[in-house]
């Protein structure tokens, strides 16, 4: 291989190497749950697990899994950016463990064994707290990560205009940047119905109120 083609072979990006490990956590996370759910189906004793049950879920775990991880795939739950997370992705979490599950027990029952329903319920519960904590963890820790800087203080105080969509995607730009060493002090909107009211724990009110004043001036 010439010096030309190595200069010219691509280095994996930071999303996409992110994208491979959470694929590796999901695939790991998918089976346990439903080992996890097994279990506690048999009072979480494992030898009370019958033997039909366990063979089940050995034959089928590593096949569910996969699905699992392509469904997910096609509802670009490895494309979204987790800083940004939102409502959104959280409602096509929902579907795609609604999906799965339900494609899980219809194919089981179907084609390899007759498990408990209580397998199936534990099983949709775990894998979906498994797969939502792990990306929503990380909003938690650049919160926690925000709330350290604030008690390390800020050089600039800013108070923004307009408390709609746009004001907050810029408010949630300076909390998580870590190149500027400012605050968002105050909101400013025309609306009333906002006067008064708090964006995590920002307050919200007319230009020229007492709030905004006290806290930018």
Request: glycine share 6%; proline share 1%; aromatic share 18%.
């Given at each position: ?34 080992f996890a ?64 599950g339900v ?23 775990f894998q ?90």
């Amino acid at each position: 291989m010439s010096n030309k083609n190595i200069s010219q072979k691509r280095k994996l990006e930071h999303w996409e190497v992110v994208t491979l490990l959470l694929m590796l956590y999901d695939f790991l996370a998918i089976g346990l749950s439903y080992f996890a759910a097994l279990w506690v189906r048999f009072d979480c004793r494992y030898n009370s697990i019958q033997k039909e049950f366990l063979s089940a879920y050995y034959r089928t775990i590593v096949i569910y899994a996969v699905f699992c991880i392509v469904v997910f795939w096609f509802l670009r739950l490895y494309k979204s950016i987790w800083r940004f997370a939102s409502y959104a992705e959280l409602l096509r979490i929902i579907l795609a463990t609604a999906i799965t599950g339900v494609v899980y027990m219809i194919a089981m029952f179907e084609f390899v064994y007759r498990m408990p329903i209580s397998y199936f319920v534990f099983g949709i519960v775990f894998q979906f707290c498994l797969t939502l904590g792990i990306r929503f963890a990380y909003r938690f820790i650049l919160l926690l990560r925000g709330r350290r800087r604030e008690e390390a203080g800020y050089k600039k105080r800013v108070m923004l205009v307009g408390a709609g969509a746009a004001g907050q995607m810029i408010f949630r730009d300076i909390k998580q940047s870590k190149e500027t060493n400012e605050k968002v002090y105050c909101f400013i909107d025309d609306n009333s119905n906002k006067w008064g009211r708090y964006i995590d724990d920002v307050p919200v009110d007319c230009f020229g109120c007492n709030v905004c004043k006290t806290s930018y001036f």
